[in-house]
Protein backbone atom coordinates (compact mmCIF):
# COMPACT_ATOMS: atom_id res chain seq x y z
CA UNK A 1 0.00 0.00 0.00
CA UNK A 2 1.18 3.32 -0.80
CA UNK A 3 0.16 6.70 0.19
CA UNK A 4 -0.91 9.39 -2.64
CA UNK A 5 -2.26 12.56 -2.32
CA UNK A 6 -5.01 11.64 -3.45
CA UNK A 7 -5.55 9.29 -0.61
CA UNK A 8 -5.41 12.36 2.09
CA UNK A 9 -8.32 12.29 3.95
CA UNK A 10 -9.66 14.53 6.34
CA UNK A 11 -8.64 15.79 9.77
CA UNK A 12 -8.86 12.85 12.66
CA UNK A 13 -10.76 16.05 14.69
CA UNK A 14 -13.21 16.30 12.01
CA UNK A 15 -13.87 12.87 11.45
CA UNK A 16 -14.67 12.36 14.95
CA UNK A 17 -16.61 14.96 15.03
CA UNK A 18 -18.64 13.59 12.19
CA UNK A 19 -19.13 10.32 13.91
CA UNK A 20 -20.31 11.32 16.69
CA UNK A 21 -22.96 13.46 14.94
CA UNK A 22 -24.15 10.41 13.11
CA UNK A 23 -24.19 8.43 16.59
CA UNK A 24 -26.10 10.89 18.47
CA UNK A 25 -28.86 10.80 15.95
CA UNK A 26 -29.67 7.17 17.41
CA UNK A 27 -28.65 7.43 21.18
CA UNK A 28 -30.68 10.76 22.62
CA UNK A 29 -27.86 9.76 26.16
CA UNK A 30 -24.66 10.87 24.01
CA UNK A 31 -23.88 14.22 25.41
CA UNK A 32 -20.44 16.56 24.47
CA UNK A 33 -19.31 18.42 27.45
CA UNK A 34 -16.82 20.96 26.89
CA UNK A 35 -14.69 24.07 28.06
CA UNK A 36 -15.43 26.50 25.30
CA UNK A 37 -13.15 24.27 22.72
CA UNK A 38 -16.42 23.55 20.75
CA UNK A 39 -14.11 25.29 17.43
CA UNK A 40 -11.43 23.71 17.89
CA UNK A 41 -12.49 20.70 18.76
CA UNK A 42 -14.93 20.81 15.23
CA UNK A 43 -18.60 20.26 17.06
CA UNK A 44 -19.95 23.50 16.22
CA UNK A 45 -22.12 21.41 13.93
CA UNK A 46 -22.73 19.13 16.95
CA UNK A 47 -23.75 21.97 18.94
CA UNK A 48 -26.14 23.47 16.37
CA UNK A 49 -28.22 19.92 15.36
CA UNK A 50 -28.00 18.64 18.90
CA UNK A 51 -28.22 21.64 21.21
CA UNK A 52 -29.95 19.72 24.00
CA UNK A 53 -26.83 17.09 23.72
CA UNK A 54 -24.09 19.56 24.16
CA UNK A 55 -23.27 21.00 28.13
CA UNK A 56 -21.04 23.99 28.21
CA UNK A 57 -18.93 24.42 30.95
CA UNK A 58 -16.80 27.19 30.23
CA UNK A 59 -12.71 27.14 30.62
CA UNK A 60 -12.63 25.29 33.91
CA UNK A 61 -11.02 21.75 33.14
CA UNK A 62 -11.34 20.42 36.74
CA UNK A 63 -15.19 21.06 36.71
CA UNK A 64 -15.58 19.54 33.05
CA UNK A 65 -14.13 16.90 33.97
CA UNK A 66 -15.87 16.46 37.51
CA UNK A 67 -19.53 17.37 35.95
CA UNK A 68 -18.78 14.74 33.07
CA UNK A 69 -18.17 11.92 35.63
CA UNK A 70 -21.63 12.80 37.19
CA UNK A 71 -23.39 12.85 34.17
CA UNK A 72 -22.08 9.46 33.17
CA UNK A 73 -22.81 7.91 36.53
CA UNK A 74 -26.49 8.67 35.84
CA UNK A 75 -25.84 6.99 32.18
CA UNK A 76 -25.00 9.39 30.04
CA UNK A 77 -22.42 8.52 27.42
CA UNK A 78 -20.42 11.24 27.94
CA UNK A 79 -17.52 12.71 25.49
CA UNK A 80 -15.71 15.44 27.17
CA UNK A 81 -13.99 17.61 24.60
CA UNK A 82 -10.81 19.81 25.70
CA UNK A 83 -7.37 20.48 24.51
CA UNK A 84 -5.51 17.51 25.24
CA UNK A 85 -2.52 19.97 26.93
CA UNK A 86 -5.29 21.39 29.20
CA UNK A 87 -7.66 18.19 30.19
CA UNK A 88 -4.91 16.03 31.31
CA UNK A 89 -3.02 18.43 33.10
CA UNK A 90 -5.07 20.93 35.51
CA UNK A 91 -8.14 18.17 35.27
CA UNK A 92 -5.78 15.32 36.45
CA UNK A 93 -6.96 14.39 39.49
CA UNK A 94 -10.57 14.95 38.39
CA UNK A 95 -9.66 12.06 35.26
CA UNK A 96 -8.00 9.81 38.32
CA UNK A 97 -10.21 10.21 41.23
CA UNK A 98 -13.53 11.01 39.67
CA UNK A 99 -13.46 8.97 36.56
CA UNK A 100 -11.07 6.23 36.41
CA UNK A 101 -10.64 5.30 40.06
CA UNK A 102 -14.66 5.63 40.54
CA UNK A 103 -15.37 3.80 37.31
CA UNK A 104 -16.91 6.16 35.37
CA UNK A 105 -17.04 5.21 31.92
CA UNK A 106 -16.36 8.87 30.81
CA UNK A 107 -14.86 9.56 26.96
CA UNK A 108 -12.06 11.69 27.92
CA UNK A 109 -11.35 13.42 24.36
CA UNK A 110 -7.86 15.61 24.45
CA UNK A 111 -8.07 17.53 20.99
CA UNK A 112 -5.34 19.29 19.38
CA UNK A 113 -2.69 16.81 21.33
CA UNK A 114 1.34 16.44 21.31
CA UNK A 115 3.09 19.71 19.11
CA UNK A 116 -0.47 20.07 17.26
CA UNK A 117 -0.47 23.64 18.68
CA UNK A 118 2.93 23.76 17.23
CA UNK A 119 4.51 27.75 17.47
CA UNK A 120 1.75 28.89 20.55
CA UNK A 121 4.19 26.69 22.52
CA UNK A 122 4.95 24.34 25.56
CA UNK A 123 1.60 25.64 27.54
CA UNK A 124 -0.24 23.87 24.67
CA UNK A 125 1.74 20.63 24.16
CA UNK A 126 0.53 17.72 25.44
CA UNK A 127 4.01 15.44 25.51
CA UNK A 128 2.91 13.97 29.10
CA UNK A 129 -0.80 12.54 28.80
CA UNK A 130 0.55 9.00 28.12
CA UNK A 131 2.65 9.04 31.03
CA UNK A 132 0.55 10.47 33.54
CA UNK A 133 -2.53 8.70 32.75
CA UNK A 134 -0.25 5.07 32.02
CA UNK A 135 0.23 6.04 35.76
CA UNK A 136 -3.64 5.64 36.89
CA UNK A 137 -4.95 2.59 36.65
CA UNK A 138 -8.06 2.02 35.14
CA UNK A 139 -8.48 4.16 31.86
CA UNK A 140 -7.70 2.74 28.49
CA UNK A 141 -5.93 4.90 26.23
CA UNK A 142 -6.03 5.06 22.65
CA UNK A 143 -4.42 7.68 19.99
CA UNK A 144 -5.86 6.88 16.39
CA UNK A 145 -3.32 7.17 13.19
CA UNK A 146 -6.02 8.46 10.81
CA UNK A 147 -9.72 8.77 9.70
CA UNK A 148 -10.24 5.13 9.62
CA UNK A 149 -9.25 4.59 13.21
CA UNK A 150 -10.98 7.24 14.27
CA UNK A 151 -14.57 6.66 12.95
CA UNK A 152 -14.43 3.32 14.24
CA UNK A 153 -12.98 3.83 17.76
CA UNK A 154 -15.32 6.50 18.33
CA UNK A 155 -17.71 4.46 17.41
CA UNK A 156 -16.28 1.30 19.84
CA UNK A 157 -16.45 4.32 22.35
CA UNK A 158 -19.80 5.17 22.71
CA UNK A 159 -20.63 1.66 24.66
CA UNK A 160 -16.73 1.18 26.12
CA UNK A 161 -17.77 -0.12 29.79
CA UNK A 162 -14.60 1.32 31.05
CA UNK A 163 -12.94 5.06 31.13
CA UNK A 164 -11.12 5.90 27.73
CA UNK A 165 -8.66 8.50 27.13
CA UNK A 166 -8.89 9.05 23.10
CA UNK A 167 -6.30 12.11 21.61
CA UNK A 168 -6.25 13.60 18.32
CA UNK A 169 -4.35 15.70 16.40
CA UNK A 170 -5.40 18.72 13.86
CA UNK A 171 -4.08 17.96 10.79
CA UNK A 172 -5.59 16.51 7.62
CA UNK A 173 -4.34 12.64 7.58
CA UNK A 174 -3.17 10.19 4.91
CA UNK A 175 -6.00 7.31 4.86
CA UNK A 176 -3.63 4.51 5.83
CA UNK A 177 -6.08 1.49 6.10
CA UNK A 178 -8.67 -0.90 3.85
CA UNK A 179 -11.90 0.23 5.26
CA UNK A 180 -13.25 -2.85 5.55
CA UNK A 181 -10.56 -3.47 8.07
CA UNK A 182 -11.85 -4.96 11.45
CA UNK A 183 -10.38 -3.16 14.16
CA UNK A 184 -10.30 -3.83 18.28
CA UNK A 185 -9.40 -1.37 21.34
CA UNK A 186 -6.68 -2.81 22.49
CA UNK A 187 -5.46 -4.67 19.34
CA UNK A 188 -2.25 -2.93 16.98
CA UNK A 189 -2.79 -2.93 13.39
CA UNK A 190 -0.12 -3.69 11.10
CA UNK A 191 0.34 -1.92 7.75
CA UNK A 192 2.80 -3.68 5.84
CA UNK A 193 2.68 -7.28 4.28
CA UNK A 194 3.59 -10.00 6.61
CA UNK A 195 6.60 -11.73 6.78
CA UNK A 196 8.49 -14.32 9.10
CA UNK A 197 11.03 -12.46 9.79
CA UNK A 198 11.78 -8.65 9.38
CA UNK A 199 14.70 -6.64 9.14
CA UNK A 200 13.24 -3.71 11.40
CA UNK A 201 9.51 -3.06 13.05
CA UNK A 202 8.35 0.64 13.74
CA UNK A 203 5.64 0.76 16.54
CA UNK A 204 4.27 3.91 16.11
CA UNK A 205 1.24 5.58 17.56
CA UNK A 206 -0.94 7.93 16.68
CA UNK A 207 -0.13 10.84 13.82
CA UNK A 208 3.32 9.89 14.12
CA UNK A 209 2.06 6.25 12.25
CA UNK A 210 1.80 7.76 8.88
CA UNK A 211 5.45 8.73 9.29
CA UNK A 212 6.89 5.71 9.97
CA UNK A 213 4.77 3.92 7.43
CA UNK A 214 6.27 6.16 4.69
CA UNK A 215 9.68 5.62 6.20
CA UNK A 216 9.03 1.63 5.89
CA UNK A 217 7.99 2.25 2.39
CA UNK A 218 11.21 4.19 1.53
CA UNK A 219 13.53 0.81 3.41
CA UNK A 220 11.17 -1.42 1.46
CA UNK A 221 12.48 -0.18 -1.89
CA UNK A 222 16.02 -0.71 -0.53
CA UNK A 223 15.14 -4.22 0.06
CA UNK A 224 14.95 -4.24 3.90
CA UNK A 225 11.89 -5.78 5.18
CA UNK A 226 9.94 -3.78 7.68
CA UNK A 227 7.42 -4.34 10.11
CA UNK A 228 4.77 -0.95 10.41
CA UNK A 229 2.54 -1.26 13.59
CA UNK A 230 -0.37 0.84 14.45
CA UNK A 231 0.13 0.48 18.15
CA UNK A 232 -3.50 2.45 18.42
CA UNK A 233 -4.15 2.00 21.94
CA UNK A 234 -1.51 2.11 24.63
CA UNK A 235 -3.60 0.52 27.14
CA UNK A 236 -4.47 -2.27 27.36
CA UNK A 237 -1.35 -2.62 25.51
CA UNK A 238 -1.37 -5.50 22.60
CA UNK A 239 1.29 -7.58 24.19
CA UNK A 240 1.12 -10.25 22.18
CA UNK A 241 1.31 -8.46 18.76
CA UNK A 242 4.45 -6.68 20.11
CA UNK A 243 5.87 -9.85 20.92
CA UNK A 244 5.26 -11.45 17.90
CA UNK A 245 6.17 -8.81 15.51
CA UNK A 246 9.83 -7.97 17.83
CA UNK A 247 10.67 -11.92 18.38
CA UNK A 248 11.27 -11.97 14.58
CA UNK A 249 12.65 -8.94 14.17
CA UNK A 250 16.22 -7.68 13.68
CA UNK A 251 15.44 -4.24 15.74
CA UNK A 252 12.70 -2.04 16.73
CA UNK A 253 11.93 1.73 16.83
CA UNK A 254 9.32 3.34 18.41
CA UNK A 255 7.37 6.94 17.93
CA UNK A 256 5.32 9.14 19.32
CA UNK A 257 4.02 12.72 19.27
CA UNK A 258 4.91 12.38 23.31
CA UNK A 259 7.93 12.83 25.74
CA UNK A 260 10.50 9.82 25.30
CA UNK A 261 9.43 9.47 29.03
CA UNK A 262 6.77 7.39 29.93
CA UNK A 263 5.00 6.91 26.40
CA UNK A 264 4.62 4.10 24.11
CA UNK A 265 8.83 4.05 23.88
CA UNK A 266 9.02 3.05 27.52
CA UNK A 267 6.32 1.03 27.35
CA UNK A 268 7.81 -0.91 24.88
CA UNK A 269 11.27 -1.03 26.25
CA UNK A 270 9.89 -2.67 29.73
CA UNK A 271 7.92 -5.38 27.90
CA UNK A 272 10.43 -6.29 25.85
CA UNK A 273 13.38 -6.50 28.66
CA UNK A 274 10.99 -7.91 31.14
CA UNK A 275 10.25 -11.06 28.37
CA UNK A 276 14.03 -11.60 27.16
CA UNK A 277 13.73 -9.94 23.99
CA UNK A 278 16.54 -8.07 23.50
CA UNK A 279 16.71 -6.14 20.32
CA UNK A 280 18.89 -2.85 19.42
CA UNK A 281 16.40 -0.18 20.35
CA UNK A 282 15.24 3.37 19.33
CA UNK A 283 12.59 5.48 20.99
CA UNK A 284 11.51 8.30 19.05
CA UNK A 285 9.79 11.43 19.96
CA UNK A 286 10.45 14.52 22.43
CA UNK A 287 13.35 14.76 24.25
CA UNK A 288 13.57 16.19 27.65
CA UNK A 289 14.55 19.40 25.85
CA UNK A 290 12.66 22.75 25.66
CA UNK A 291 10.64 22.19 23.11
CA UNK A 292 11.93 23.36 19.89
CA UNK A 293 9.56 26.34 18.61
CA UNK A 294 8.05 25.79 15.17
CA UNK A 295 4.96 24.48 13.45
CA UNK A 296 4.05 20.49 13.85
CA UNK A 297 6.48 19.46 10.74
CA UNK A 298 9.10 21.18 12.17
CA UNK A 299 9.17 20.22 15.75
CA UNK A 300 9.02 16.31 14.00
CA UNK A 301 11.61 17.22 11.49
CA UNK A 302 13.59 18.56 14.45
CA UNK A 303 13.42 15.72 16.62
CA UNK A 304 13.51 13.11 13.95
CA UNK A 305 10.04 12.07 13.72
CA UNK A 306 9.36 12.99 10.16
CA UNK A 307 9.57 9.95 7.31
CA UNK A 308 13.31 10.99 6.15
CA UNK A 309 14.75 11.04 9.50
CA UNK A 310 12.90 7.81 10.73
CA UNK A 311 14.35 6.19 7.48
CA UNK A 312 17.93 7.62 8.21
CA UNK A 313 17.57 6.35 12.06
CA UNK A 314 16.40 2.84 10.25
CA UNK A 315 19.58 2.20 8.55
CA UNK A 316 21.71 3.55 10.97
CA UNK A 317 20.31 1.17 14.13
CA UNK A 318 20.72 -1.85 11.46
CA UNK A 319 24.03 -0.70 10.65
CA UNK A 320 24.61 -0.46 14.42
CA UNK A 321 23.03 -3.39 14.83
CA UNK A 322 25.22 -5.38 11.96
CA UNK A 323 28.36 -3.82 13.68
CA UNK A 324 27.63 -5.96 17.02
CA UNK A 325 27.08 -8.85 15.73
CA UNK A 326 30.24 -8.71 13.65
CA UNK B 1 -49.75 23.22 63.95
CA UNK B 2 -52.45 21.46 65.36
CA UNK B 3 -51.26 19.25 68.58
CA UNK B 4 -51.13 16.23 67.31
CA UNK B 5 -48.90 17.40 64.11
CA UNK B 6 -46.36 19.47 67.24
CA UNK B 7 -46.71 15.92 68.84
CA UNK B 8 -45.63 13.96 65.78
CA UNK B 9 -43.17 16.21 64.86
CA UNK B 10 -41.57 16.15 68.32
CA UNK B 11 -41.79 12.30 68.29
CA UNK B 12 -39.67 12.49 64.73
CA UNK B 13 -37.57 14.89 66.34
CA UNK B 14 -36.85 12.85 69.68
CA UNK B 15 -36.25 9.75 67.71
CA UNK B 16 -33.46 11.43 65.18
CA UNK B 17 -32.30 13.39 68.66
CA UNK B 18 -31.45 9.26 69.57
CA UNK B 19 -30.19 8.57 66.79
CA UNK B 20 -27.64 10.86 66.90
CA UNK B 21 -26.07 9.59 69.83
CA UNK B 22 -25.47 6.42 68.90
CA UNK B 23 -24.12 7.67 65.42
CA UNK B 24 -21.35 9.29 67.77
CA UNK B 25 -20.64 6.30 69.41
CA UNK B 26 -20.56 4.36 66.62
CA UNK B 27 -18.01 6.82 65.37
CA UNK B 28 -16.11 7.49 68.27
CA UNK B 29 -16.04 3.31 68.96
CA UNK B 30 -14.82 3.05 64.95
CA UNK B 31 -11.89 5.54 65.29
CA UNK B 32 -10.85 4.22 69.19
CA UNK B 33 -11.06 0.62 67.74
CA UNK B 34 -8.85 1.31 64.48
CA UNK B 35 -6.43 4.12 66.30
CA UNK B 36 -7.28 5.87 63.08
CA UNK B 37 -10.34 8.77 61.63
CA UNK B 38 -11.19 12.40 61.72
CA UNK B 39 -13.26 12.54 64.81
CA UNK B 40 -13.85 16.47 64.80
CA UNK B 41 -15.14 16.58 61.20
CA UNK B 42 -17.40 13.64 61.84
CA UNK B 43 -19.11 14.60 64.62
CA UNK B 44 -19.84 18.00 63.19
CA UNK B 45 -21.98 16.78 60.70
CA UNK B 46 -23.29 13.80 61.50
CA UNK B 47 -26.21 15.62 62.63
CA UNK B 48 -27.08 16.78 58.77
CA UNK B 49 -26.65 12.98 57.54
CA UNK B 50 -28.86 11.68 59.88
CA UNK B 51 -31.71 14.53 58.93
CA UNK B 52 -30.86 13.44 55.48
CA UNK B 53 -30.89 10.31 55.32
CA UNK B 54 -33.72 9.57 58.15
CA UNK B 55 -36.28 12.32 56.83
CA UNK B 56 -35.41 13.91 53.94
CA UNK B 57 -33.83 11.93 51.19
CA UNK B 58 -35.34 8.76 49.98
CA UNK B 59 -32.08 6.48 49.63
CA UNK B 60 -32.51 2.87 51.55
CA UNK B 61 -30.66 -0.63 50.76
CA UNK B 62 -33.78 -1.04 48.35
CA UNK B 63 -33.61 1.31 45.78
CA UNK B 64 -29.77 1.73 45.38
CA UNK B 65 -30.83 1.03 41.54
CA UNK B 66 -33.64 3.41 41.52
CA UNK B 67 -33.38 5.90 39.06
CA UNK B 68 -35.15 8.56 40.49
CA UNK B 69 -34.11 8.25 43.92
CA UNK B 70 -32.49 11.05 45.74
CA UNK B 71 -28.25 10.68 45.66
CA UNK B 72 -26.01 12.01 48.24
CA UNK B 73 -22.21 12.35 47.58
CA UNK B 74 -19.97 13.09 50.64
CA UNK B 75 -17.26 15.97 49.17
CA UNK B 76 -15.60 16.47 52.51
CA UNK B 77 -14.86 12.59 52.31
CA UNK B 78 -12.54 13.09 55.23
CA UNK B 79 -15.58 12.51 57.36
CA UNK B 80 -16.14 9.00 56.21
CA UNK B 81 -16.73 7.55 59.44
CA UNK B 82 -19.96 9.72 60.15
CA UNK B 83 -21.37 8.43 56.70
CA UNK B 84 -20.51 4.95 57.97
CA UNK B 85 -22.48 5.07 60.93
CA UNK B 86 -25.47 6.32 59.20
CA UNK B 87 -25.82 3.80 56.56
CA UNK B 88 -24.62 0.87 58.87
CA UNK B 89 -28.36 2.17 60.69
CA UNK B 90 -30.13 1.98 57.55
CA UNK B 91 -29.18 -1.63 56.93
CA UNK B 92 -26.68 -1.13 53.98
CA UNK B 93 -24.16 -3.53 55.88
CA UNK B 94 -23.55 -5.02 59.09
CA UNK B 95 -21.26 -3.42 62.18
CA UNK B 96 -19.17 -6.27 61.44
CA UNK B 97 -17.81 -5.29 58.35
CA UNK B 98 -17.88 -1.95 59.61
CA UNK B 99 -15.56 -2.99 61.93
CA UNK B 100 -12.83 -4.23 59.34
CA UNK B 101 -12.37 -0.17 59.44
CA UNK B 102 -8.80 0.78 57.96
CA UNK B 103 -8.14 -2.70 57.90
CA UNK B 104 -6.11 -5.24 55.65
CA UNK B 105 -7.86 -5.57 52.26
CA UNK B 106 -11.12 -4.02 54.13
CA UNK B 107 -13.68 -1.60 51.69
CA UNK B 108 -14.04 0.53 54.68
CA UNK B 109 -11.05 3.24 54.21
CA UNK B 110 -10.68 6.36 55.58
CA UNK B 111 -12.37 8.17 52.77
CA UNK B 112 -15.63 7.27 51.12
CA UNK B 113 -15.34 4.47 48.29
CA UNK B 114 -18.19 3.04 46.08
CA UNK B 115 -16.71 -0.42 47.40
CA UNK B 116 -19.11 0.39 50.28
CA UNK B 117 -23.08 -0.46 49.69
CA UNK B 118 -24.19 2.82 49.58
CA UNK B 119 -21.58 5.17 48.62
CA UNK B 120 -22.09 6.87 45.56
CA UNK B 121 -18.48 8.47 44.85
CA UNK B 122 -15.06 8.17 45.59
CA UNK B 123 -13.86 11.10 47.57
CA UNK B 124 -11.48 12.36 49.77
CA UNK B 125 -9.12 14.44 47.30
CA UNK B 126 -10.99 18.20 47.97
CA UNK B 127 -13.28 20.06 45.88
CA UNK B 128 -14.35 17.06 43.51
CA UNK B 129 -18.01 16.89 45.33
CA UNK B 130 -19.45 19.73 44.22
CA UNK B 131 -18.81 19.33 40.39
CA UNK B 132 -19.97 15.32 40.64
CA UNK B 133 -23.65 16.59 42.09
CA UNK B 134 -24.09 18.86 39.63
CA UNK B 135 -23.32 16.81 36.82
CA UNK B 136 -25.80 14.23 38.66
CA UNK B 137 -27.99 17.12 39.00
CA UNK B 138 -28.25 18.07 35.38
CA UNK B 139 -28.44 14.39 34.10
CA UNK B 140 -31.61 14.72 36.12
CA UNK B 141 -32.95 17.57 34.69
CA UNK B 142 -32.40 16.38 31.88
CA UNK B 143 -34.50 13.68 31.94
CA UNK B 144 -36.64 15.67 33.35
CA UNK B 145 -36.71 13.71 36.89
CA UNK B 146 -37.50 14.87 40.45
CA UNK B 147 -34.50 13.80 42.29
CA UNK B 148 -32.73 15.72 44.41
CA UNK B 149 -28.61 15.63 44.62
CA UNK B 150 -27.40 16.26 48.20
CA UNK B 151 -23.66 17.38 48.89
CA UNK B 152 -21.71 17.91 52.16
CA UNK B 153 -18.59 20.33 51.48
CA UNK B 154 -16.53 21.14 54.86
CA UNK B 155 -15.44 24.79 55.19
CA UNK B 156 -11.74 24.59 54.85
CA UNK B 157 -12.74 22.99 51.78
CA UNK B 158 -14.09 26.07 50.09
CA UNK B 159 -10.55 27.29 49.36
CA UNK B 160 -10.32 25.10 46.60
CA UNK B 161 -10.89 26.83 43.19
CA UNK B 162 -12.98 23.91 41.72
CA UNK B 163 -16.25 24.68 44.27
CA UNK B 164 -15.86 28.10 42.94
CA UNK B 165 -16.40 26.61 38.83
CA UNK B 166 -18.73 23.63 40.07
CA UNK B 167 -20.94 26.81 41.43
CA UNK B 168 -20.79 28.54 38.93
CA UNK B 169 -22.19 25.71 36.48
CA UNK B 170 -24.80 25.41 38.87
CA UNK B 171 -26.18 28.50 38.63
CA UNK B 172 -25.62 28.99 35.14
CA UNK B 173 -27.83 25.65 34.31
CA UNK B 174 -30.66 26.62 37.13
CA UNK B 175 -29.71 23.16 39.39
CA UNK B 176 -32.86 24.21 42.09
CA UNK B 177 -32.45 20.05 42.46
CA UNK B 178 -28.89 20.50 44.23
CA UNK B 179 -28.78 20.97 47.84
CA UNK B 180 -25.15 21.82 48.38
CA UNK B 181 -24.71 21.89 51.97
CA UNK B 182 -21.60 23.53 54.05
CA UNK B 183 -20.59 22.12 57.53
CA UNK B 184 -19.54 25.42 58.99
CA UNK B 185 -17.55 24.41 62.18
CA UNK B 186 -14.95 26.82 61.99
CA UNK B 187 -11.66 25.20 61.81
CA UNK B 188 -9.56 22.62 59.45
CA UNK B 189 -6.24 20.83 60.74
CA UNK B 190 -4.33 24.13 60.72
CA UNK B 191 -6.62 26.18 63.19
CA UNK B 192 -9.25 28.07 61.91
CA UNK B 193 -10.22 28.63 58.90
CA UNK B 194 -10.38 32.18 58.74
CA UNK B 195 -6.84 32.57 59.90
CA UNK B 196 -5.72 30.00 57.22
CA UNK B 197 -7.62 31.74 54.87
CA UNK B 198 -10.16 34.35 55.16
CA UNK B 199 -13.10 33.02 52.67
CA UNK B 200 -16.20 35.28 54.44
CA UNK B 201 -17.87 36.55 53.74
CA UNK B 202 -19.44 33.18 52.26
CA UNK B 203 -23.22 34.44 52.53
CA UNK B 204 -22.68 37.02 50.07
CA UNK B 205 -20.26 35.04 48.10
CA UNK B 206 -22.77 32.26 47.40
CA UNK B 207 -25.63 34.68 46.96
CA UNK B 208 -23.35 36.72 44.23
CA UNK B 209 -22.95 33.09 42.36
CA UNK B 210 -26.30 32.60 41.69
CA UNK B 211 -27.66 30.38 44.76
CA UNK B 212 -30.53 31.14 46.96
CA UNK B 213 -28.57 30.65 50.51
CA UNK B 214 -30.05 29.75 54.21
CA UNK B 215 -28.39 29.22 57.36
CA UNK B 216 -29.06 26.61 60.21
CA UNK B 217 -27.62 25.69 63.16
CA UNK B 218 -26.77 22.14 62.12
CA UNK B 219 -26.24 20.31 65.15
CA UNK B 220 -30.11 21.15 66.41
CA UNK B 221 -32.25 18.55 64.27
CA UNK B 222 -35.40 20.16 64.46
CA UNK B 223 -33.78 23.58 62.44
CA UNK B 224 -32.22 21.17 59.81
CA UNK B 225 -36.06 19.30 59.18
CA UNK B 226 -37.56 22.60 59.06
CA UNK B 227 -34.78 23.97 57.01
CA UNK B 228 -34.65 20.93 54.28
CA UNK B 229 -38.72 20.69 53.75
CA UNK B 230 -38.11 24.29 52.54
CA UNK B 231 -36.32 23.14 49.03
CA UNK B 232 -36.06 24.17 46.73
CA UNK B 233 -35.35 27.58 48.86
CA UNK B 234 -36.39 29.98 45.30
CA UNK B 235 -37.24 28.29 42.13
CA UNK B 236 -34.80 28.03 39.32
CA UNK B 237 -31.43 28.50 41.98
CA UNK B 238 -29.45 26.10 43.54
CA UNK B 239 -29.94 25.83 47.17
CA UNK B 240 -26.98 26.52 49.23
CA UNK B 241 -27.33 25.45 53.10
CA UNK B 242 -24.08 26.75 55.15
CA UNK B 243 -24.87 24.83 58.33
CA UNK B 244 -23.19 26.09 61.42
CA UNK B 245 -21.65 22.86 63.44
CA UNK B 246 -19.00 22.78 66.77
CA UNK B 247 -16.51 20.19 65.29
CA UNK B 248 -16.18 17.67 67.76
CA UNK B 249 -19.84 18.51 69.29
CA UNK B 250 -21.18 15.95 71.92
CA UNK B 251 -18.10 15.14 73.32
CA UNK B 252 -17.13 18.12 75.87
CA UNK B 253 -13.27 17.87 75.36
CA UNK B 254 -13.44 17.83 71.73
CA UNK B 255 -15.47 20.55 70.71
CA UNK B 256 -14.08 23.82 68.64
CA UNK B 257 -10.91 22.01 69.48
CA UNK B 258 -8.58 21.71 66.44
CA UNK B 259 -6.61 18.74 68.15
CA UNK B 260 -9.36 16.62 67.63
CA UNK B 261 -9.55 16.85 63.78
CA UNK B 262 -7.99 13.14 63.55
CA UNK B 263 -6.93 12.27 66.81
CA UNK B 264 -7.55 9.22 68.63
CA UNK B 265 -8.96 8.96 71.62
CA UNK B 266 -6.81 7.38 74.42
CA UNK B 267 -8.36 4.59 76.49
CA UNK B 268 -9.81 6.93 78.97
CA UNK B 269 -10.80 9.40 76.26
CA UNK B 270 -12.73 6.84 75.22
CA UNK B 271 -14.58 5.94 77.93
CA UNK B 272 -15.28 9.45 79.09
CA UNK B 273 -16.37 10.07 75.51
CA UNK B 274 -18.75 7.20 75.96
CA UNK B 275 -20.10 8.01 79.50
CA UNK B 276 -20.92 11.61 78.28
CA UNK B 277 -22.99 10.27 75.04
CA UNK B 278 -24.14 7.69 77.96
CA UNK B 279 -25.60 10.65 80.25
CA UNK B 280 -26.99 12.55 76.84
CA UNK B 281 -28.76 9.83 76.19
CA UNK B 282 -30.32 9.94 79.88
CA UNK B 283 -30.87 13.66 79.60
CA UNK B 284 -33.08 13.07 76.28
CA UNK B 285 -35.32 10.47 77.58
CA UNK B 286 -36.08 12.58 80.59
CA UNK B 287 -36.73 15.44 78.80
Known amino acids: MSIKNSSLGETNLDVFAKTLMDLADHDRNILVTTSDSRGSGKITPFAEKFPEQIVEIGIAEQNLVGISAGLAAMGKKVFTVSPACFLTARALEQIKNDVAYSDHPVKVIGISAGVSYGALGTTHHSLHDFAALQA ?44 SKKIEIGKAIQLTPKHKNYDLTFVAIGETVAEAFLASQKLDKEGIKVCCLSLHTLRPFDEAAIQEVVSNSLAVITVEEHSVNGGLGSRVASFLMQNDIFRPMLIVG ?33 HKGKRNDD | MSLDLQ ?41 ILNVLYNQVMNIT ?23 YAVLMDLGFFSEDKMSTFEKYNSPF ?10 IEQNTGALGHGLSFSVGMALAAKMDRRNNKIFTIMGDGELTEGSIWEASASAAHYHLDNLVAIIDRNNLQITGKTEKVMNMEPLHEKFLAYGYAVRHVDGNDIGELISI ?60
Open chain 1, 286 to 318: IPDDHTVNGNQGEIFRHYGIDQQSLYLSALKLL
Open chain 2, 109 to 118: IGHPTRNVPG
Open chain 2, 228 to 287: FREIPFESGKPNLVIAHTIKGKGISFMEDNVAWHHRVPTDSEFLTAMQELEQAELSLECQ
Open chain 1, 136 to 179: INNIDIVAPADNFETRKIIQLAVNHPRPIYIRFGKKAMPNLHDP
Open chain 2, 61 to 83: PNNVSAIDRDHYIHSKGHSVEAL
Open chain 2, 7 to 47: FLSHQIEYKLERKSIEYRKSIIKLIYMSKAGHTGGSLSCVD
